[in-house]
C-alpha cells in the first residue's frame, strides 16, 4: 500500500511516503506564515529545497505535493491508498486508529481544549487534505490510544468526581505510538508473545514519558491531562507540588499564563542549567559545571522513581526499554539510571554495550541480569503506516 504519514504542526508540516512498509520519500515545511517559508522533499539521492513565503496549511501542502511530483517520488495524489494523521489528543473517545469522517472531525474538535497547541493544528492537515483530494481515505492515530486500557483506578486524578464527568479530567497519556512500537519490537527481539510480556517502556526526547505495559497493554503511564506531567524533561517540569502554582501568584504576581509557559518552556533540563540539549548538559557536567551535573541527577533520579514505581505495580518485569533521542543516545543518562538497580530489580547493565555506538535494536544487559534492557529507536510513522494500513483493511472487511 501506498501511504502518506503527516504530522501537522502548528507552523509546519512534516510528512514521509511509505510504499509497502518502507519509507521511501520524506517532506517538511517550517515557519508557515512567515516570509522565509522552507520547504524540502527527499527522494532517493535528490533534495529539492525552496526558500518562499507559505500563507497558510493549504498552500504548505500544495507546494509538498508539487514537490513529491516534481521529486517523481508520486505521480498523481490520486495512487495514494490513504493519509496517516498523528493526532494528539484523542481524549476518552478513541482507542484504536480510526477512519476520517466528518463525525471524528467534530469529535476531535470538541477536544481542543485538551490540546489547544497540537489538535487545532493537527485538524488543519486532515482539513486541508479532505479539499485536496476529498476521495482519499484518512486516518487518525492518537498519541493517547495505547494508554486507553489504562484502569480506572491508575486513569483518574483525586479531585472531585464531577470534574471527571462534566469536563472529561483524568489522566490520558501520550507517545503512545512510541511506546506501542518499541514493546512490539522488543517482543521480537526476546522471541516473545508481547501478551506474555510485562515491559516499561521509556520514551527520552526533549518531552519524555515512561509507560508500565502488562500482558501487552498499557495500565500506567507518566503523562496525564496534559504532557506536563511525569517525568523532568527537556523544558517541562513535570511532576511539582501542585500548591507551587498557587504560591507564585500570590507571592511572585504571576499570572495563570506566565505560570503555564514557566512550567511548559522553562523549567526542566533548562531551568535547572540554562539548555535543554541533553548532549551540552552532559559535556558540562563532565567539564565540571554544578548545575549541569545537577540536572542530570535530578533526570535520571526521577526516570529511576518511575521504574520503582512501575516495577511494584507490574509484579514481573520482564524487560526495560530506552527509546527517544535521549534515550537512543545518552550512554551516560543510561548509565546513571541503571545504577544501583540491581540490589533492587536484579537489572545488570553490561556498560561495554552500553558505550556502543549504533543506530540498530540491541541489548545492554548482561546475560545474568533478571532483566532484559533494550535500546530500541522508535519510528512512529512506520507505527502510523501499520494502523493505517490495519483500519484499511478492516474497512474493506
Known sequence: MKILVLNSGSSSIKCQYFIDKKSVASALVERIGEEESYSVVKYKE???STTAPVS?????????FSMLKESNAISSIDELDAVGHRVVH???HFSEPTLITQEVVETIRSLIPLAPLHNPANLKGIEVISKIAPNLAQVAVFDTAFHQTMP???ALYPLPYELYERSDIRRYGFHGTSHAYVAKKAAEMMGEDLNKLNLITLHLGNGASACAIKSGKSIDT???????????????????????IPFLSHNHNMDIDAIDKMLNKESGLKGICGTNDMREVVMQAEKGDTLSALALEMYSYRIKKYIGAYSAILGRVDAIVFTGGIGEHAVKVREMVCEGLEESIGLKLDTVKN???STQNRSIHKLKSKIQLFVIPTNEELEIVLQTEKSIKDMTL
Open 56 to 64: 497558510d496549511h493549504q498552500q504548505a501542502l500544495e507546494i509538498l
Open 355 to 357: 558505550k556502543i555506538t
Open 90 to 92: 484523542g481524549g476518552a
Open 152 to 154: 480506572e483506578h491508575a
Open 46 to 48: 535528490q533534495t529539492l
Open 222 to 244: 507518566s503523562m496525564g491531562l496534559t504532557p506536563l506531567e511525569g517525568l523532568m524533561m527537556g523544558t517541562r517540569c513535570g511532576d511539582i507540588d501542585p500548591a507551587i
